[in-house]
Every structure is written in C-alpha cells, then in structure tokens.
C-alpha cells in the first residue's frame, strides 16, 4: 500500500512542477493589445510545447518581413471544434492573423488570437474553445 501512496505522491507532484514551469504569455506578449498581419505561410511547426506559424507579411513601408506566430500545443489544435493538423497549412497559404503583439517589436512575434484564410474561409480563433489562457 505504501509503495501506491508513494508513486501516487511522485505522480502528483511532477504535475505540479509541470504546471509552475510553464512561462506566463504576459511575459512575452502585449496582451491588452492586438495587431493583424496578412501574408503567405513561410512554415508551420506543429510541435510541443507550442506551435508556430512563420508568415512573411507586407510592412506599412510596402517590404516583406518574417513574422512568428505562436499558437498552442497539438494536442490543444487536435482537441477543438476545428481540428488542426499538420496539413490543416501548407507554405504559400495566404493568410490573415490578429494576435497579441511580442513586448520586443524589433522581434516581430504574435501569439494568435484568431486566424483566417481568405482562399476556402477556414478560420480559427472565432469560437470560446478555440482560445487558449
């Protein structure tokens, strides 16, 4: 019996550590605010702990630039009422995405809020299980 309580013990507390290792959004991210981007899909990284999503997309100066768009873990994407896979997005894909902007502008990062592609009307990001805290 004591050999249970302890691996139960064990169990308990690496989901603990799990939990309290994982880094706030706020830290990283502008949350009060958002901006949108539109561009074509350079990459999509479908992989843990969080997905990301490269866009190039025209600045206001009419230059391209590279933007990371981070987005949740595939679990999360697999799990809501629009299922995303890795070939939900493939490069070349012309998109339209709003997201909170990084702290750092100079890094051109975005945590997605919502996410659109104008081609089929695929969209993401539009309804309460398809946000992520």
Known sequence: ???????????LLSG????????SFAATYVENESVTIEGEIVQFLLRNPHSFVHVMAKEAD???ERWVVEWGSP?????GTIKVSR?????G???IITGNPGRNTADR????????RPSDGWSWGVLPEEKFN
């Open 1 to 11: 019996m004591k050999r249970y309580l302890g691996a139960a013990l064990v169990i």
């Open 16 to 23: 603990v550590t799990s939990a309290l290792a994982h880094h």
């Open 62 to 64: 009419g230059t391209s």
């Open 75 to 79: 679990a999360q994407l697999a799990a």
């Open 87 to 91: 070939d939900t997005l493939k490069p």
């Open 93 to 95: 894909d012309h998109v």
């Open 109 to 116: 990062r975005i945590r997605l809020l919502t996410f659109r």
